[in-house]
């Protein structure tokens, strides 16, 4: 027995048919269609229970219904061996069609809901057989709120979970198509309303003001529905300050003529319709902005006994005037690793400026430790909002800060690093310990002192090095104090200083570049250049440059023709002052070289090492 009115085009209809006979394991099944043998297939399924445990059952299942499928169908059983006759029992799926007709019940449009509700829309749906529906948006291209362009629905309800205001409009439910059949498909319409309580802004906001001073905050309204607000209620904490009605505007202000102390919290403005309140939050407080370290400060770091050293501390003061006057500054420190903070108030006098630099010198900091800098403002409202930072001790390459002298004696070379974007490296060797097996005629046999225990810097020529291959050895950075800082009118000259060894008949090049900031090696050009065989003894090269800007000195050594092509440096000096004796011009002119001397202009005061302050 089976209802045709349940029966729908695309979904699955099964038959089952019960047959009683004796002996149950002769029994043996067939199904017909309009008459002809019916095989199993992908859509029509033909299965049989095991005889062992439910004899004399087979059925029929027929996957996603066509009007093809329409037609008589015969289950037929029989024994084996054919001595009792077989029986057969037909069951007629009807090809009589009724055209689809879609309906909305009444009061089931419009729809309207609150937000965060569940709804269902609904089409009455009749016909034979009964169609799909598919569910769209009607008002515009939208996904469905499943996420889907198109939503099916068997039994022509559409349930949404969750409703929110974005789910408002028009949502159409249309038959589908029938297979086979020429039908127009039947549509309607349904409306959904989502009520929302009023969207507001801000929905919070901190407010920084000071004692005495004057405090506006404003709530406005963006979008409602019922879309008419019936009033507004401002508040402080949970007591009620003021409330009204709007009229013909969409916000509302709150002002604090004067701000008291008792005056400092959390005001909320609760703008209500008939479906609930949206709500604005001013958190309105005294607390001070927080500092702004300054990473810039010229040579922050000194040593002046073995085991301790100084930081000189710099900051400015985010928005000074925004809250009352900063009276000090809570000073909290304490080693890196360690729990336990030193705190000392600093104290302030008059206002502090927007963009004044504020300065605090820590002093017996323990040598090597690193430490934790917290700065905390204070004003008669309290403390306001901290920063900290990280002091960190990096040993200065010159104590004095005056000159810098590298004889390549200790690792690391002076800070020294190699040129990432050159073709090989330079080497840290001795006499004594390098290997003259395949280059007995180049190269220096001692430091420039004549020591062979002693080290240089030097590239080595042997293969695989080929003519003209690039060796660039980079100095650790220098910094230019910021112009006149300590009322010096003239700018400083500082004198450049190396000894070379160019010795072998296939010597190449050696360039010496200062490069300053933001310049690259290719922008700096050379200030110093020697080629060609030198002879075998060190030479000093001195140079007097006006850097205008933090720099590094660029040592470049060029491979020549051959293996014969060692070129040394050692001893290189950086003092300030002009060079007292620049050496005399040590080219001959028998040898194939060149040497060039450049001299900037300068506008440049002291000279420091940069110190790791960063």
């Known amino acids: 027995y089976h209802n045709d009115d349940n029966i729908q085009i695309g979904r699955e209809v099964k038959i089952s048919c019960q047959v009683e006979a004796t002996p149950p394991e002769e029994l043996q099944f067939s199904w017909l269609k309009n008459g002809r043998a019916l095989r199993s297939s992908e859509r029509m399924v033909i299965t049989q229970t095991d005889p062992d445990i439910s004899p004399g059952n087979t059925n029929l299942d027929i996957i996603d219904l066509k009007f093809t499928d329409f037609g008589t169908y015969t289950c037929v059983a029989a024994l084996r061996g054919g001595a009792i006759p077989e029986i057969s029992i037909d069951v007629n799926i009807s090809s009589t069609t009724v055209p689809p007709n879609l309906t909305v019940p009444r009061g089931k449009s419009p729809m309207a809901v609150r937000e965060g509700e569940t709804v269902e829309l609904e089409c009455l749906v009749s016909g034979k057989p009964k169609p799909i529906i598919l569910w769209s948006r009607a008002d515009k291209e939208a996904p469905m709120p499943d996420g889907s362009m198109q939503t099916e629905s068997y039994d022509g309800v559409l349930r949404i979970v969750n409703v929110s205001r974005e789910m408002s409009g028009s949502y159409r439910c249309q038959t589908s198509q029938y297979n086979g059949f020429n039908v127009k498909p039947r549509e309607a319409v349904i409306e959904l309303i989502v009520r929302y309580p009023p969207a507001v802004e801000p929905v919070w906001q901190e407010v920084r003001q000071g004692l005495g001073r004057q405090v506006s905050m404003n709530c406005r309204v963006l979008r409602a529905h019922p879309s008419r607000v019936l009033r507004y209620e401002w508040r402080l904490g949970s007591r009620l300050l003021h409330a009204g009605t709007f009229d013909s505007r969409d916000d509302t202000d709150y002002i604090v003529r004067s701000l008291a102390r008792e005056g400092y919290g959390e005001y909320t403005c609760d703008v209500i319709n008939e479906v609930g309140p949206g709500r604005c939050t001013f958190l309105l407080t005294g607390k001070a902005y927080p500092p702004e370290f300054y990473y810039d400060t010229y040579s922050p770091l000194w040593q002046n006994r073995p085991r301790v050293y100084g930081y000189k501390l710099q900051w400015t003061q985010m928005n ?27 104290p302030v006098e008059g206002n502090i400026q927007k963009g004044e630099l504020i300065t605090h010198n820590l002093t017996e900091l323990i040598r090597p430790e690193a430490y934790v800098v917290r700065l905390t403002p204070i004003t008669r409202f309290g403390e306001g909002d901290s920063s900290t930072r990280v002091v960190t001790y990096s040993a200065p390459i010159n104590p004095d800060l005056r000159e810098f002298h590298c004889s390549f004696e200790e690792d690391p070379v002076c800070m020294f690093t190699q040129d990432k974007n050159d073709d090989f490296d330079w080497t840290r060797h001795s006499a004594a310990t390098r290997d003259t097996k395949y280059t007995p005629n180049t190269g220096p046999s001692g430091d420039r002192s004549g020591s062979k225990q002693g080290f240089f810097m030097y590239i080595e020529t042997s293969r695989p090095r080929k003519d003209g291959d690039t060796a660039r050895l980079l100095s650790p950075t220098f910094n230019v104090a910021p112009k006149n800082p300590y009322s010096i009118t003239s700018p400083p000259v500082y004198c450049f200083s190396f000894y070379y ?9 050696l360039n010496a570049f200062v490069k300053q900031k933001g310049q690259s090696t290719s922008d700096a050009g050379p200030v110093w250049s020697l080629s060609g065989n030198q002879g075998d003894r060190w030479r000093q090269a001195k140079i007097s440059i006006h850097p205008t800007a933090s720099f590094q000195v ?50 440049t005061l002291f000279f420091t090492v940069i110190i790791g302050q960063r």
């Open 501 to 509: 060894h160019m010795y072998g008949k296939h010597i190449g090049s």
């Open 320 to 346: 000074p005037s925004a809250v009352d006057r900063i009276m000090a500054y809570r000073l909290g420190i304490r080693q890196t690793g360690q729990q336990r903070w030193w705190e000392q108030d600093i």
């Open 554 to 603: 660029i040592f470049e050594g060029i491979r020549g023709p051959g293996i014969e092509g060692d070129i040394a440096i050692d001893d290189v000096t950086l003092e300030e002052g002009e060079c007292p004796d620049p050496p005399s011009n040590p080219i001959r002119g028998a040898a194939a070289c060149s040497v060039s001397s450049i001299w900037p202009l300068s506008v």
